[in-house]
Structure formats: C-alpha cells, structure tokens
C-alpha cells in the first residue's frame, strides 16, 4: 500500500501523513488531513517541552485539555508561543 501523502500545513510540503488521527476530536481530524508525520514528530518534540514547564500529570484531564490547545495552536495559528518563562538549554 502507497504512503499517504499530504500538503503539510506546517511545512509547507507535500509529505507522507500520519496514519491514523492523534485523537478522535475535530482537532485531531484536522491534524490528519492537514499535517505530515515528519511535522507531527516536531511537534511531539515541542508538547514535551511543554510537559516540562508546565509540570503537567499526563494522567489528568487537564493534560489532555492543554495537549489538544497547544495542538491547535502549533498547525493552526499564526502566534503560538513557548512556554512563559522557557530559557532554552545552553549549547
């Protein structure tokens, strides 16, 4: 079976999707229709900075809450933001 492709909202590119929604809400079709695995991963990259600042419990509903806004945010707008107070690491 041939990889799925899509132009990538984030990269601007057409590139091989993901392969099944990363959740079952609007946001998450939306990602799948609209957003390249190579994107995804980028931002699974950012989500987990994310986890850090914020300190969040992924177990909570709170977690799932801010995962599905910072989704959001990251594919669909124009002015995401890092976390208030990120210090990127020193290199």
Partial sequence: MAER???CIKL???LPGLKSPP???ESGKRVFENVSQQAWNEFLEYFK???NEYRLDLTSPMADQV???KMNEYFFSENY???EGYKPEDT
Avoid: A, D, R
Wanted: proline share 11%; no cysteine.
């Fill in 23 to 25: 959740t079952p809400s």
């Fill in 12 to 14: 601007g590119i057409e």
């Fill in 49 to 51: 900075m994310v986890v």
């Fill in 5 to 7: 492709l899509v132009k």
């Fill in 67 to 69: 995962f599905e806004q």
């Fill in 81 to 83: 933001q890092m976390p």
